[in-house]
């Protein structure tokens, strides 16, 4: 049998798609201006139920400007998961901040104990606000990222940014569509929960524009700072005035009438890549020295991506099951390398990083395509019974 390539995680379009992208063709209306990028903000906003959203070209320049509006600085701070892609960070050095970089827990999100026994023992909390003690710089926000579609601690997270006066960044680039189910939070989604939160849309998120970001708030000073710094920070429409340094980092209509028809179908596609979880999860917990990483469970998840942990006692290690994989032509890959662990972060502070290493060391990523077919699964579950070494 010749089989097939499976990907990872690759775009599903099958809704409205072609029709709204060849509206906006035929209409003229394929730049920045036009009524799809209008109602995209509105529909992401009311699916996320949130004040507002502003759309911008990638979740990395949202993020960028998430951190502007929020007040950071080229003087300042900013604590920030070393678990995660590189472009969460990134956008901390656009501005000439400086990252601090913290552990995760058994979530792959940032760890509160960690973070609060930072903010205790390695900074002194003055009127002007969290001083780190190693660099007598203010710190002033913390960045969290919802790994894979799970949440991080938002009860945790907004407790010690209260008490340290901290703004919050949401990355929820990964996690559109996931909710608190219960506690304090109940019914907020990923992204509305601090001051500021970004959503995703790069090709392999679980909705897509090709590429496109979304800035989402309950503060509707911060969204409007926002929309006018993704505009070239224009104050008269038709002088053009500029009162400061803005950015061209506006969506398309081309993009958002392709958004529209994806964020229609979200729903659907939660639903399937719930499905395909519980199918692996089934049958990966029957493989001795394996096991699929579970969600939260306080949470609706958008089970965006799945997570294998691999234990020593399976027969192959991290990079021989995924050499194995891609030989019977499954797609898998490791969890990021960690970013304090880059070139550019060399200098970086970091806080007690053991966990990262841990999960870096023994996951691997499968596939999870909200069109991942259930042979397709059963396919990649047949090839993980029986390891070889290639
Ligand atoms: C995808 C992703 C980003 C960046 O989004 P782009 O739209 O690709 O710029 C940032 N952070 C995390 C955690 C991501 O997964």
Redesign the pocket.
């Known amino acids: 049998m010749n089989q097939k390539f499976i990907p990872l995680s690759v775009p599903n379009f099958h809704g409205k798609e072609l029709e709204y992208v060849t509206h906006a063709v035929e209409t003229e209306w394929v730049s920045t201006g036009g009524s799809y990028v209008n109602e995209f903000e509105a529909k992401v906003a009311e699916y996320a139920n949130c004040k507002g959203a502003v759309s911008c070209q990638?979740?990395?320049?949202g993020?960028h400007i998430a951190l502007q509006v929020c007040g950071v600085t080229k003087d300042d701070e900013v604590i920030v998961p070393t678990l995660?892609?590189i472009?969460?960070v990134n956008p901390v050095r656009y501005i000439g901040a400086e990252p601090i970089f913290m552990d995760c827990d058994n979530s792959f999100t940032m760890d509160i104990v960690k973070l609060e026994e930072f903010c205790e023992n390695e900074c002194t909390f003055t009127g002007k606000g969290l001083i780190n003690n190693r660099t007598n710089k203010r710190i002033i926000a913390l960045l969290v990222?919802h790994?894979f579609g799970n949440m991080a601690d938002m009860e945790g997270i907004i407790r010690i940014a209260e008490k340290y006066n901290l703004k919050v960044i949401e990355?929820a680039?990964?996690a559109i569509g996931t909710y608190y189910t219960e506690g304090k939070y109940k019914n907020k989604y990923a992204g509305t929960i601090g001051d500021i939160g970004v959503y995703?849309?790069?090709g392999n998120?679980i909705i897509t524009t090709g590429?496109?970001?979304m800035i989402v708030s309950n503060n509707e000073g911060l969204l409007k700072k926002a929309k006018h710094l993704t505009t070239q920070a224009k104050s008269d429409e038709l002088y053009y005035t500029h009162d400061e340094i803005g950015y061209n980092y506006r969506l398309t209509n081309l993009q958002a009438a392709l958004g529209l028809a994806q964020l229609e179908q979200l729903e659907s596609f939660i639903q399937t890549k719930k499905e395909n979880f519980e199918f692996y999860q089934r049958e990966i917990d029957k493989i001795p020295g394996l096991r699929l990483l579970k969600f939260k469970v306080n949470i609706r998840p958008n089970y965006w991506f799945y997570a294998v942990y691999i234990e020593e006692n399976y027969k192959i290690n991290r990079d021989q099951v995924i050499q194995y994989l891609a030989a019977k032509k499954v797609q898998a890959r490791p969890i990021w390398g960690l970013i304090s662990e880059q070139k550019p972060y060399e200098g970086s502070q970091t806080y007690k990083i053991e966990q990262a290493k841990k999960y870096l060391e023994h996951v691997v990523n499968i596939p999870c395509s909200s069109n991942l077919s259930k042979e397709d699964a059963t396919y990649v579950i047949e090839c993980l019974k029986q390891p070889e070494v290639v």
């Open positions: 990638n979740g990395t320049s993020l995660t892609f472009a969460a990222v790994v990355d680039t990964e995703s849309f790069n998120k590429g496109g970001g």
